[in-house]
């Protein structure tokens, strides 16, 4: 017998503490498990939006675990694995950071092992020389996939060849990193300036001792604010004949335009409606193109914000026989959005899912310090996820047809077929 469904109708948003560190660095702090495990996040202003050379922040985050102090990657590596520790360094569009996984037990051993990696990373010239050797590899392989090509254009034509959000990789670009660049990168970013701290899980005031120790020593520095100009495509429509991909009888679609960012008054109702149109496996979207005409196995749109901007698209690959009719009908599902009502029962089920997408979100504490960090760093209020509940919880047909019909005129879109 299936067991009742019931809906969501609470998701309670933590409220984290906030100290300061003796050199400025905001440290933000979550309780919850007591299983002994511990989250360690140490995010800084150094993605690719503050890079003075393209590539310059995924590359220094990921050469900075590669050798540090005395260590080398194959020690520091084999360090984290007697610990049963994981350590990431990543590099994206806003920022950068360093996250460390360990027992608590042994954060001291750990924080220093990331103290010599924030402080005195080696950069060594062969792990370079690795570094792009396999990206320039993979760029290579990437290229031969419609899906990459197609991404790679839509983010081109909405921001521009240049613009942080926009620019693509290239085999040049890999072979101009060296390791000045990556020094640079560092030595300007990687400050106290730039720094915010979030710790989670089974931990207690002497968190603060231990990031004192390992954060002390790190350069003060400037507070480097930087601006980029969007220089939008004029030309909307682009089909590409991807010539290594000849053979693949299939097309990748994708249709998008800039949008906002999740400050903007319009956010919440939009990625609402985003979810009705293609945000879930059983949107008008996938119905449509899937489950009615074959066209494809899946189709998705989706809301990308970044801390400066953001944007919208619809991806899917399609047969190439097939493809004037599934963007027919891609924008004949953006046209009835726009004209009719959606059904109580459709948004119903639309409500449930993104309330259950909340639940989940701040399900375990590592869960929910990620979306403390996420308002922190984005500089949104904590009554965010609130706001967003309630809105849920009672947004009107009406107001998804308004949304709608101011954000999704074609003449708006860019589209781009590659194959």
């Known amino acids: 017998m299936q067991p009742p469904i019931h809906p969501v109708s609470e998701v309670s948003f933590p409220k984290p503490e906030q100290h300061t560190l003796s050199n400025g660095i905001p440290v933000w702090r979550l309780n919850g498990n007591r299983n002994g495990l511990v989250c360690i996040s140490l995010v800084f202003k150094a ?9 310059a922040a995924r590359a220094t985050a990921f050469l900075m675990r590669e050798g540090a102090d005395s260590r080398t990657s194959m020690e520091i590596a084999e360090e984290l694995d007697f610990y049963g520790a994981k350590l990431h360094i990543i590099g994206r569009q806003d920022f950068a950071s360093l996250t460390v996984y360990c027992m608590k037990q042994h954060i001291s ?14 950069f ?93 020593e790190l350069p003060k520095g400037n507070s480097i604010q930087k601006t980029h100009t969007a220089i939008a495509s004029e ?5 590409l004949d991807n010539p290594k991909t000849r053979e693949d009888l299939q097309a990748s679609i994708r249709i998008g335009r800039a949008l906002f960012t999740r400050n903007h008054p319009d956010y919440i109702d939009f990625a609402i409606m985003n979810m009705l149109l293609g945000g879930y496996f059983g949107s008008r979207l996938m119905s449509n193109l899937r489950e009615e005409n074959g066209f494809t196995y899946g189709i998705y749109s989706s809301v990308e914000a970044m801390i400066q901007s953001g944007y919208f698209q619809i991806s899917t690959e399609v047969g190439r026989d097939v493809k004037d009719q599934a963007i027919n009908e891609i924008y004949s599902e953006i046209e009835r959005l726009k004209h009719e009502p959606v059904g109580e029962a459709e948004l ?5 899912y993104l309330m259950g997408s909340m639940l989940q979100m701040m399900d375990g504490t590592f869960h929910r310090m990620r979306a403390v960090q996420s308002l922190v760093m984005s500089g949104m209020p904590f009554d965010f996820y609130d706001d967003m509940k309630i809105r ?22 860019y589209q781009v077929v590659v194959g």
């Open 47 to 55: 993605g690719r939006w503050y890079e003075d050379n393209k590539q």
């Open 109 to 122: 051993h750990l924080l220093s092992i990331a103290k010599g990696i924030l402080l005195h990373p080696t």
């Open 124 to 216: 060594d010239k062969k792990e370079i020389r690795t570094f792009i050797r396999r990206n320039v590899e993979r760029l290579r392989i990437d290229l031969e996939k419609n899906d990459v090509v197609s991404f790679r254009a839509i983010t081109e034509l909405i921001y521009g060849v240049d613009h942080p959000y926009g620019y693509n990789t290239t085999q040049g670009v890999f072979y101009r990193l060296d390791r000045s660049v990556l020094q640079n990168h560092h030595q300007q970013f990687f400050t106290t300036s730039g720094c915010t701290a979030f710790v989670s899980g089974d931990i207690d005031d002497s968190i603060y001792k231990y990031l004192e120790e390992t954060l002390i």
């Open 235 to 239: 030309n909307r429509i682009l089909h």
């Open 348 to 352: 119903t089920m639309v409500r449930n």
């Open 392 to 413: 849920i919880q009672t947004i009107s047909p009406q107001r998804i047809q308004e949304v709608a019909q101011q954000y999704l005129n074609r003449e708006d879109m």
